[in-house]
């Protein structure tokens, strides 16, 4: 059992087929980009309120 787990360990991370390394970088990429754009949106919102406030500052 030991030496089954061992081995294990070892192939973490290696893929011995470049379509399905390839297929698997795909989604992981896919998985980051996600979490950015939504990331940007909140960006967006402050950069509108931020020209907002500036734009109220300024008239008044």
Same mark, same amino acid.
């Given at each position: 059992?030991?030496?089954? !787990? ?15 390394? #390839?297929?698997?970088?795909? !989604?992981?990429?896919?998985?980051? *980009? ?7 949106? *909140? ?13 109220? #500052?300024?008239?008044?």
């Amino acid at each position: 059992m030991g030496c089954q !787990k061992k081995k294990n360990e070892d192939s973490l991370g290696t893929l011995n087929s470049p379509e399905k390394a #390839f297929q698997e970088t795909q !989604k992981a990429l896919a998985l980051i *980009s996600l979490q950015l754009n939504h990331g940007m949106k *909140s960006v967006r919102y402050l950069q509108e309120d931020e020209m907002t406030t500036a734009q109220i #500052f300024i008239k008044y």
